[in-house]
């Protein structure tokens, strides 16, 4: 039997940590002596308590390992493993193009001497937009669930034999943004107009080009609102994004084209 202390230093674990295991029932000692209060656990205990760790450097929260640690379905556990390995990939992914941004920002700023200089290299123009007919799917979600709306609408391409012209798009029809959960539009432009949802109308557009990852948008949404309240014009409709190079281009993140289009009219 190991004393708390020993068991702290064997598992690389404080002892404080220890006693809040005990608490929420993840890590129970074997034994409490019940005169003193003192803790103990047995040598079996070290590798329930290795794999607690092992779970939790993987990104799990406590709440998830405990069910993991009872789960007797080993093919639910790979899954859940293999699940999360796929949600650390997201998160490198997204770490990895943040730090190359910053390496860009940091260029921008030693060039400049303006640490907003990154801010400036939006061009907005006005112009006359199109109208174009798009199959679309129109829901309360989050940015993440985004792909599964796109999935949506790739199968009734598929299932109804439809003709997309390979175009996606995005419209924001909330007054307010939120991440996790907005008004918004999914759509690909088709081919022809008989096969769409309904038609996404033309008109005047102040537009300008991101270029780089979806996380830095909102630095060209603010260059297209204040060259609008510096320009004398107003917003009339739901902002909208028109996806011109992506991932599916075979282009690296940093040259990813993302046209943001905002209709307006002159004051």
């Known amino acids: 039997m190991f004393s708390i202390g020993d068991f702290s230093r064997v598992c690389k ?10 608490k929420i029932g993840l890590m129970r000692p074997k034994f409490t002596d019940p005169l003193t209060g003192y803790r103990y656990y047995s040598e079996e205990q070290l590798s329930r308590m290795l794999l607690i760790q092992r779970l939790k450097r993987y990104g799990f929260s ?29 998160r490198l992914a997204e770490l990895t ?13 030693e060039r400049t001497g303006d640490v907003m200089s990154y801010q400036n290299k939006y061009v907005v123009t006005i112009e006359e937009r199109k109208a174009v007919p798009i199959l679309s799917v129109r829901e309360m979600v989050s940015v993440a669930d985004f792909g599964g709306q796109y999935e ?19 419209i924001y029809h909330d007054q307010e943004f939120n991440h ?9 432009v088709m081919k022809n107009a008989s096969q769409a ?18 996380s830095g ?10 060259w609008i309240q ?11 994004e028109f996806y011109e190079k992506t991932a599916f281009d075979k282009v690296p993140v940093e040259e990813w084209e993302t046209r943001i289009c905002f209709p307006v009219s002159k004051v």
């Open 13 to 22: 674990v404080s002892v404080k940590t220890l006693r809040h295991y005990d």
């Open 62 to 90: 406590l709440a998830d390992i405990a069910p993991l640690l009872e789960e007797t379905n080993e093919s639910a556990l790979f899954l859940k493993l293999k699940r999360q390995k796929l949600v650390l990939a997201e």
């Open 97 to 109: 193009q943040t730090i190359n941004e910053l390496a860009r920002h940091l260029q921008d700023f």
């Open 152 to 170: 949506k609408l790739f199968r009734r391409v598929v299932e109804e034999k439809l003709e997309a012209d390979g175009q996606t798009l995005a």
């Open 180 to 188: 996790e959960y907005s008004d918004v539009e999914i759509g690909l």
């Open 197 to 214: 949802d309904r038609i996404l109308e033309g008109g005047l557009c102040a537009t300008t080009v991101h270029v780089g990852g979806y």
């Open 217 to 226: 948008l909102s630095d060209g949404y603010a260059a297209i609102v204040k």
């Open 230 to 240: 510096e320009n004398g014009c107003r917003i009339v409709g739901a902002p909208y």
